[in-house]
């Protein structure tokens, strides 16, 4: 319904009968507009739309018949009502005005009270049929967009009707009525009986009868239809037709194909993921729970992604990956499944294997197979990779108890810089119990203040002196000895205890350190050093001991900063705001690049007692060394050589020019009470001390 008055446009040259007609509409609730020509009536259509046109078939300049052909060219115009004024005698004009396109007349003189009623019933019809217009081109869109088509079926003469969409769907040209066998002919030959069928089911009376058919010619892309139907008897009950609606899934089809294919399936290399895997092994237990053979279950590590991704760029990764599934699937048998866990690490189920020495000689030929380097388009790398195995029945246990053993033996192989394999065995599990009772400890052990700091000093080559402690953790652990963090710290880390653990670090060390005129270096772990809240931590640590930012250096691994590099560089970012200073611990040990240490906001870089300690036997190392000092050098960054055992690596390190160097040559770390001693009667403390 419309909700504001209608429009109506009188146009008549005798300025008598428009004042009138106006005073007549007005009254009766219209709004009018009037024009005293035709062309004047034109213009006003056009800028000023009526809903309705009364119009006098005589006027100068322009005459009725010809205002109207004009304004039904107009757009917008073509089925606006125009009611032409004829002379009650003119036949003539009236037939003329329908020529035009007029949509009805009233005689003139005109009947005041009729032409009320007849507009509104103009009116009226005009509005059902722009509302019918409109829901019938909703209507035809909303099929077009939902793939909608009709069809019926006469089942006295037993042919298809089908609509110009469901023949577009089929890809039938031309006829509308065919054979239930041409529609059948549309269909993929495996889907062709299921059209009887469903027309049978109809006519038994089901009435939610359904079904999904396939076209698609030879080479083109296939098609998923959904049809229903629904029955129709003649009065005594017989079967007459079948009407019904036919939609084309395709997409939806697809998407839930999608879907199911991305849960079961890694994207970048189409290998089964952990999920399928699970059930492939979930049906292996149960097969041999049934008689059925025993199996090996391998856990594949490679080196290579790491590598690849440190290097490049994220298609040079995925090429590499690649290449490695290649490698481990030339191996694999048509029984077996390889799936991809995550990033490098591989799962291979070998079905019907389950004696070591059958495990141990795929897993040897899966390391030759990874003695060459990968070559892909752009790089050739080298891979080293570690295997992890369990064989079932011999180690018991449900999917996931055999796949945590696994890694465990994989965990064992980590840190090796060659290729190799390790069963799963008694020893291991023992020291699973043995990490999971150290965890345990560990946890009573932060809350029983069982952990020390010790320190070890740092001395500027240039003056000799000292200049910095660096803090290391120990733990005494009731009724053994000391513990080194080597062993603890990972147990820390994997546990999360680290965090906490880490905050009563920096208070204790910043607390020593607070009246020493000193850098002291305090280690963050990889997980310490992601931790959201760490400028949080550090910075109320600040606050609260009055410790100056640029006197703590924050020392962090280059595995920290690859969990997530561009939050890395943020969170350096961050520190660096606050004054902290920030060191690259262990270099040398991990993939970096020298390149890579441009877009670090770095203060220090410390190289590792691995490279150190070989400086004077070691050519390759030693050069190393040096170009390493170079650069860092080049990059504002100062060097600390860590690892010094001896004087005349000193001296060495002297002549490399190297800014700081830690080491038992200088000093052990040492507890609090040791370290002040030391420093007041150490050769390289200030008098000051
Ligand atoms: P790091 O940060 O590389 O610490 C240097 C390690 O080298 C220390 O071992 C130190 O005692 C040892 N060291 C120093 N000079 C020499 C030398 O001349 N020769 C030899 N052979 N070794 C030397 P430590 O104290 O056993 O610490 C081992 C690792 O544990 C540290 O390596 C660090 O990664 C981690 N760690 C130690 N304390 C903490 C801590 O408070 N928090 C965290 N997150 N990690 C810590
Ligand atoms: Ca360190
Ligand atoms: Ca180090």
Redesign the pocket.
């Given at each position: 319904m419309k909700l504001t008055p209608y429009k109506i446009l009188i146009v008549d040259d005798e300025d008598m009968t428009r004042t009138m007609v106006r005073k007549v509409l007005t009254d009766s609730g219209y709004e009018v507009m009037d024009a005293e020509n035709g062309e004047v009536a034109a213009e006003a259509c056009r800028t000023n739309r009526p809903d309705l046109v009364l119009m006098d078939v005589r006027m100068p300049v322009l005459n009725g018949f010809d205002a109207c052909r004009l304004i039904r060219n107009l757009s917008g115009c073509e089925r606006l009502p125009i009611l032409m004024l004829t002379a009650l005698d003119d036949v003539l004009s009236v037939t003329l005005a329908f020529e035009a396109g007029a949509t009805d007349f009233v005689t003139k003189p005109i009947n005041w009270v009729l032409l009320s009623h007849r507009l509104k019933h103009v009116l009226r019809n005009s509005e059902t049929e722009i509302q019918l217009r409109a829901s019938q081109t909703v209507m035809a869109r909303a099929q077009k967009i939902a793939h909608l088509g009709q069809w019926s079926m006469d089942l006295v003469e037993n042919v298809c009707h089908c609509s110009a969409e469901m023949r577009e769907m089929l890809g039938l040209s031309g006829v509308v009525d065919v054979g239930v066998e041409v529609v059948q002919s549309a269909l993929l030959p495996e889907d062709r009986p299921l059209l009887p069928k469903f027309i049978e089911s109809l006519m038994a009376g089901v009435t939610d009868s359904t079904i999904e058919i396939r076209v698609g010619a030879p080479g083109q892309q296939t098609r998923h239809l959904f049809m229903s139907g629904d029955l129709v008897r003649d009065d005594g009950g017989k079967p007459l037709a079948v009407f019904g609606v036919v939609q084309d899934v395709t997409e939806r089809v697809e998407a839930s194909a999608r879907l199911a294919y991305q849960a079961n399936f890694d994207e970048i290399t189409g290998l089964p993921n952990r999920v399928l895997f699970r059930d492939r092994l979930t049906s292996a237990l149960e097969r041999h729970a049934n008689g059925g053979p025993g199996f090996a279950l391998l856990v594949i590590e490679t080196s290579a992604m790491q590598l690849a991704e440190i290097s490049s760029r994220p298609e040079v990764a995925q090429r590499v990956l690649k290449a490695v599934v290649q490698r481990i699937e030339a191996l694999r048998k048509p029984q077996d499944t390889l799936c991809r866990f995550e990033r490098e690490r591989f799962g291979l189920l070998l079905n019907g294997m389950g004696n070591e020495v059958d495990a141990a000689e795929i897993a040897t030929r899966l390391i030759d197979a990874f003695s060459a380097p990968l070559k892909t388009e752009d790089m050739e790398v080298m891979s080293v990779i570690a295997i992890g195995i369990t064989t079932f029945p011999a180690d018991m246990g449900d999917v996931d108890v055999l796949q945590s053993h696994c890694v465990a033996a994989l965990e064992r192989l980590k840190g090796n810089t060659e290729s190799a394999y390790q069963f799963y065995t008694e020893e291991i599990q023992s020291r699973v119990v043995n990490v999971m009772e150290t965890h345990v400890a560990l946890y009573r052990g932060l809350a029983r203040g069982e952990f020390e700091l010790h320190y070890?000093p740092l001395v500027e080559l240039k003056s000799n002196r000292v200049v910095g402690i660096?803090?290391?953790?120990r733990w005494n652990r009731p009724g053994g000895l000391m513990q080194?963090?080597?062993f603890f710290?990972p147990i820390l880390e994997k546990s999360g205890l680290?965090v906490e653990a880490?905050d009563w670090?920096l208070r204790t060390a910043s607390e020593a350190a607070l009246n020493l005129p000193l850098v002291l270096s305090?280690?963050?772990?990889p997980r310490?050093f992601q931790d959201p809240e760490l400028k949080r931590r550090v910075g109320r640590l600040l606050e609260e001991t009055g410790f100056e930012p640029d006197r703590l250096e924050l020392?962090i691994t280059e595995q920290a900063v690859l969990v997530d590099e561009q939050r890395s560089i943020a969170i350096l970012n961050d520190l660096a705001q606050m004054g902290v200073r920030v060191a690259l611990?262990?270099y040398g040990t991990g993939f970096s690049s020298l390149q890579r240490l441009k877009t670090l906001p770095l203060h220090t870089l410390k190289i590792d007692?691995f490279f150190v300690t070989k400086l004077l036997t070691d050519k390759v190392d030693a050069a190393i060394v040096r170009s390493t000092i170079d650069l860092s050098h080049e990059l504002g960054i100062r060097v600390v050589a860590?690892?010094?055992?001896d004087d005349a690596t000193m001296e060495m390190l002297r002549e490399y020019g190297c800014d700081i160097v830690?080491?038992?040559?200088i000093s052990r770390?040492m507890n609090k009470a040791k370290l002040l001693d030391w420093l007041s009667t150490s050769r390289y403390s200030a008098p000051d001390f």
């Open positions: 070890q660096e803090a290391l953790l080194m963090p080597d710290v680290i880490g670090i305090v280690n963050l772990s310490q020392e611990d262990d007692r860590e690892g010094v055992e830690q080491g038992y040559g770390p």
